[in-house]
């Protein structure tokens, strides 16, 4: 079994969810795919707390795929419940955007599921892959004193 090496954050944003009744399985349990969603909320919460969403690297000529992605499920959550998914930015040199994802339940602080994720600088004009960290990434990384 695989198990997520858990790295320093240089940023870290914890944001809260509840599961919704279209999230659960026959089981009364969340569906496993849903915790995907969930990271994607914290990657979401994550750039509007720290000014590198999704807007703002469209608007600086790329798009940002996903090219790995892991889930390690620990525990269940069910429908009502509430969760804080904290999202982690861990720095690299490379031109790619690293996070780390643990999602708690909230009520008893247990955590449910852990994961990480790896997106890539796309080019939006030429469709090309960004081997060098863009300008707009440099700056938005000084800005933060990430080194």
Same mark, same amino acid.
């Given at each position: @079994?695989?198990?997520?090496?858990?790295?320093?954050?240089? &940023?870290?944003?914890?944001?809260?969810?509840?599961?919704?009744?279209?999230?659960?399985?026959? @089981?009364?349990?969340?569906?496993h795919?849903?915790?995907?969603? $969930? @990271?994607?909320?914290?990657?979401?919460?994550?750039?509007?707390?720290?000014?590198?969403?999704?807007l703002?690297? !469209?608007?600086?000529?790329y798009?940002?795929?996903?090219?790995? /992605?892991?889930?390690? $499920? !620990?525990?269940? /959550?069910? $429908?009502?419940?509430?969760?804080?998914?904290?999202?982690?930015?861990?720095?690299?040199?490379?031109?790619?955007?690293?996070?780390?994802?643990?999602?708690?339940?909230?009520?008893?602080?247990?955590?449910?599921?852990?994961?990480?994720? @790896?997106?890539?600088?796309?080019?939006?004009?030429?469709? &090309?892959?960004?081997?060098?960290?863009?300008?707009? $990434? !440099?700056?938005? !990384?000084?800005?933060?004193?990430?080194?």
């Open positions: @079994m695989r198990r997520m090496k858990v790295h320093e954050a240089a &940023l870290t944003n914890r944001t809260a969810l509840r599961v919704r009744f279209s999230e659960v399985d026959s @089981m009364d349990v969340v569906w795919g849903e915790y995907v969603r $969930y @990271m994607e909320d914290g990657r979401e919460a994550f750039g509007r707390q720290f000014g590198i969403g999704y703002e690297i !469209k608007e600086a000529g798009v940002v795929p996903i090219v790995d /992605l892991n889930i390690q $499920y !620990k525990q269940s /959550l069910k $429908y009502g419940e509430s969760a804080i998914v904290e999202t982690r930015y861990i720095c690299t040199d490379a031109a790619k955007i690293l996070f780390e994802y643990i999602i708690f339940r909230e009520s008893d602080g247990e955590v449910v599921a852990t994961g990480s994720s @790896m997106q890539v600088f796309v080019n939006s004009e030429t469709g &090309l892959l960004e081997l060098n960290n863009p300008a707009f $990434y !440099k700056a938005w !990384k000084e800005k933060w004193n990430i080194r």
